[in-house]
T-cell receptor, first 113, second 115 residues
Framework: GQQLNQSPQSMFIQEGEDVSMNCTSSSIFNTWLWYKQDPGEGPVLLIA?????ELTSNGRLTAQFGITRKDSFLNISASIPSDVGIYFC?????????????FGTGTLLAVQP | GAVVSQHPSWVICKSGTSVKIECRSL??????MFWYRQFPKQSLMLMAT?????????EQGVEKDKFLINHASLTLSTLTVTSAHPEDSSFYIC???????????FGPGTRLLVL
C-alpha cells in the first residue's frame, strides 16, 4: 500500500537556523499536505500543494511538490522556539475511501533558544 | 478556518469500563468525520470514517464492536471505547470536513489512560 516516509526523524537546532525536511513515497500523489502537531494537540494544516513542481509559502514556511510527484519538501527559515513540534506530511489514500488521508512518519523538531 | 472541538481533553478510567469521546464541528456542518489514534512517538492512524446518518467505515484491524462510532448529526460524532483495556491507552483525534475533497480540520485530541 501507499506509505509516506519522512526524514529526518528528528532535528535539534539553534534558534535562527533554517530547517529542511522531506517526505517521500513509493507511489505518486496528486496532493501533498504539511501539518504541524504541537505537543498534546491535534495537527494543524500548514501548506497544501496540488500541482507537481508547485512551490508555496506560508510566512517562514516554504513547501515544494516534487516533479516526480513522489516527494515533497518543507523548509522553515529563521526558526523560533514556537516552531517546536512534529511535522507530518500527508496525502490522499487513493486505495481507500474518499477523503481518506495517509500520514507520514513525522519529523520531530526541537529548537534551542 | 473551521473549528473542531473534542471532549473530554483527557480521561482516566479503570480497565473494563467504557469511555465516550465527543467530536464537534463548531462553526460548520461536517459531512464526514474521521477518528484517528496516535500512540506515543508514532504517526496518526485512521481508525474509521463516519458519515452523518450512516454506519461508520472501519479500517482493517479496528474492531467495530469495541470502538463504537455514532454520527447522529452534522456537527457531532462520538467514539465509545467499550470495555477499555490498558492497551487502548492512546491519543484519540478526530477530524471533520465540510464536503468531499475539502480540507480536514482536526480536533485537539483526547488522551485516554486506562488503568
Amino acid at each position: 500500500g501507499q506509505q509516506l516516509n519522512q526524514s529526518p526523524q528528528s532535528m535539534f537546532i539553534q534558534e535562527g537556523e533554517d530547517v529542511s525536511m522531506n517526505c517521500t513515497s513509493s507511489s505518486i500523489f496528486n496532493t501533498w499536505l504539511w501539518y504541524k502537531q504541537d505537543p498534546g494537540e491535534g495537527p494543524v494544516l500548514l501548506i497544501a500543494l496540488y500541482k507537481a513542481g508547485e512551490l508555496t509559502s506560508n510566512g517562514r514556511l516554504t513547501a515544494q511538490f516534487g516533479i516526480t510527484r513522489k516527494d515533497s519538501f518543507l523548509n522553515i527559515s529563521a526558526s523560533i522556539p514556537s516552531d517546536v513540534g512534529i511535522y507530518f506530511c500527508a496525502g490522499p489514500d487513493y486505495g481507500g475511501a474518499t477523503n481518506k488521508l495517509i500520514f507520514g512518519t513525522g519529523t520531530l523538531l526541537a529548537v534551542q533558544p | 478556518g473551521a473549528v473542531v472541538s473534542q471532549h473530554p481533553s483527557w480521561v482516566i478510567c479503570k480497565s473494563g469500563t467504557s469511555v465516550k469521546i465527543e467530536c464537534r464541528s463548531l462553526d460548520f456542518q461536517a459531512t464526514t468525520m474521521f477518528w484517528y489514534r496516535q500512540f506515543p512517538k508514532q504517526s496518526l492512524m485512521l481508525m474509521a470514517t463516519s458519515n452523518e446518518g450512516s454506519k461508520a467505515t472501519y479500517e482493517q484491524g479496528v474492531e467495530k464492536d469495541k470502538f463504537l462510532i455514532n454520527h447522529a448529526s452534522l456537527t457531532l460524532s462520538t467514539l465509545t471505547v467499550t470495555s477499555a483495556h490498558p492497551e487502548d491507552s492512546s491519543f484519540y483525534i478526530c477530524s471533520a470536513i465540510r464536503g468531499e475533497g475539502e480540507t480536514q480540520y482536526f480536533g485537539p485530541g483526547t488522551r485516554l489512560l486506562v488503568l
